[in-house]
């Protein structure tokens, strides 16, 4: 599997992918390669700035950005004009996309408050029917992981079900920013059918006015959690490390054959 197959996840990113393709008439050629190198190095860049980038729209501009130098694509005009025709396409399938889901891009404004006044007792039990392996649990778990638990910068972010007042529909454990402004997502707690693009936009709206710059959060790089955190603007960061485990029963192998399915960050890992 090529760099850019590795990458191009969504419908968009692989019509993308698929045009550079049959323009170029490769599959990972010199041109898609370039590409992928543009992309990276402005996720990077991005990365640095503590900036939250639209991945998709940057892997496709990435992809797209010099479709015009191919025959199949000019028209006659400047190459960076040749490709307008195939970047249209791609933008207007974004923007299809984005009409769909506007509600969920926008995204509410949750209810911030501080850990020791939000007992963890809502989350305890996970909401739902869900494949994915979702860790719960109760106060006495987060401070024993958490040093200092709950503490000044420990917040818990709450999305109400139908306004505020109502039963949550999903929490999130927020720990900072520091003084440098950044701040660390422990815990993600939510309704299955809630997705990410739901809730990443407002918290990130209540970090940046609490005077954050960069928020993290720790999962595992295969898991299909990781991949709906980069779609909603994560950045993978270079040090990872390796996470070790042994099944000493029947559903500890089911449970580590299915690591596309795991939910967890770094709170849910023994240190």
């Given at each position: 599997m090529s760099r850019a197959d590795e990458l191009a996840e969504t419908p968009a990113e692989r019509a993308s992918l698929d045009a550079l393709r049959t323009a170029s008439g490769e599959t990972d050629g010199a041109m898609e390669r370039h590409c992928v190198r543009q992309f990276l190095i402005a996720e990077r860049l991005g990365e640095l700035d503590g900036a939250v980038v639209d991945r998709e729209l940057l892997l496709c501009a990435a992809l797209l950005h010099d479709a015009g130098l191919y025959p199949s694509v000019a028209t006659g005009d400047v190459y960076v004009s040749d490709r307008r025709w195939l970047v249209d396409g791609a933008i207007r399938l974004l923007h299809a996309r984005t009409r769909l889901q506007r509600g969920l891009r926008t995204g509410p404004d949750p209810i911030a408050s501080p850990a020791a006044q939000q007992a963890a007792a809502a989350f305890e039990a996970p909401w739902g029917d869900s494949p994915r392996l979702r860790p719960h649990y109760g106060n006495a778990l987060y401070a024993a992981r958490l040093d200092g638990y709950p503490g000044p910068r420990d917040t818990w972010f709450t999305f109400p079900q139908n306004g505020v007042g109502s039963a949550p529909a999903a929490g999130l454990l927020v720990r900072g920013p520091d003084q440098s402004g950044v701040a660390a997502l422990h815990a993600i707690r939510r309704a299955p059918e809630l997705p990410l693009a739901c809730l990443i936009p407002g918290l990130v709206r209540a970090l940046r006015a609490a005077g954050c710059a960069r928020l993290q959060i720790v999962t595992v790089a295969e898991?299909?959690?990781?991949?709906?955190?980069?779609?909603?603007?994560?950045?993978?960061?270079?040090?990872?490390?390796?996470?070790?485990?042994?099944?000493?029963?029947?559903?500890?192998?089911?449970?580590?054959?299915?690591?596309?399915?795991?939910?967890i960050t770094d709170l849910d890992c023994d240190r």
């Open positions: 898991s299909a959690f990781a991949a709906e955190l980069r779609r909603v603007g994560f950045v993978a960061r270079r040090d990872w490390a390796p996470v070790l485990a042994a099944p000493l029963t029947p559903t500890g192998e089911a449970v580590l054959g299915a690591v596309h399915q795991w939910e």
